[in-house]
């Protein structure tokens, strides 16, 4: 039996939390779900998991908003820049944005920690498509 993915939604919205939740359980995907509602939140749990302590808890997927309050998506992955590689390498990071900025979109693109860049609202093909890859 495979163990559960790990799947850490970093979003300040709410609804979409509850959404992204809905949408798991409804496609009947065994996994446990981190949620945390500002970059910084997430990066502090990250920095956690360095020294091995919490290898058990690393999420297999990352979903990350840009516009959250406190720390961004942007300010979340200039910290993420250094957490080490061997929680990194572990891990699919995807942006989920409402954000259609052709800059944003592109930045995200040149970024090697992006897997992909997703537009919501999040389909349930598109989050098959993510848990899928």
Same mark, same amino acid.
């Given at each position: 039996?495979?163990? %559960?993915?790990k799947i850490a #939604?970093i979003?300040?919205?709410?609804v979409?939390?509850?959404i ?7 496609k009947?995907?065994?996994?446990d779900?981190?949620? $945390?509602? =500002? ?5 502090? $749990?990250f ?5 091995g302590s919490g290898?058990g808890?690393?999420?297999?997927l990352v979903?990350?908003? #840009? +516009?959250?309050p #406190? %720390?961004? &998506?942007w &300010?979340?992955l200039?910290?993420y820049?250094? @957490?080490?590689?061997?929680? *990194? +390498? *572990? ?11 052709q800059?944003?979109?592109d930045r995200a693109?040149?970024?090697?920690? @992006?897997? &992909?860049? #997703?537009? *919501?609202?999040?389909t =349930?093909?598109k989050?098959?498509? @993510? $848990?899928?890859?």
């Amino acid at each position: 039996m495979s163990e %559960k993915k790990k799947i850490a #939604v970093i979003d300040d919205d709410e609804v979409f939390q509850l959404i992204i939740k809905k949408q798991i359980e409804m496609k009947n995907i065994e996994c446990d779900i981190l949620n $945390f509602y =500002n970059g910084q939140e997430a990066i502090d $749990f990250f920095r956690s998991l360095e020294g091995g302590s919490g290898n058990g808890s690393i999420p297999d997927l990352v979903m990350l908003d #840009v +516009n959250m309050p #406190v %720390k961004d &998506g942007w &300010g979340f992955l200039e910290d993420y820049a250094h @957490i080490s590689a061997e929680i *990194k +390498n *572990k891990i699919s990071l995807y942006m989920v944005t409402s954000s259609v900025i052709q800059s944003d979109i592109d930045r995200a693109g040149d970024n090697d920690d @992006i897997v &992909g860049f #997703v537009s *919501k609202p999040l389909t =349930n093909e598109k989050l098959e498509e @993510i $848990f899928n890859s």
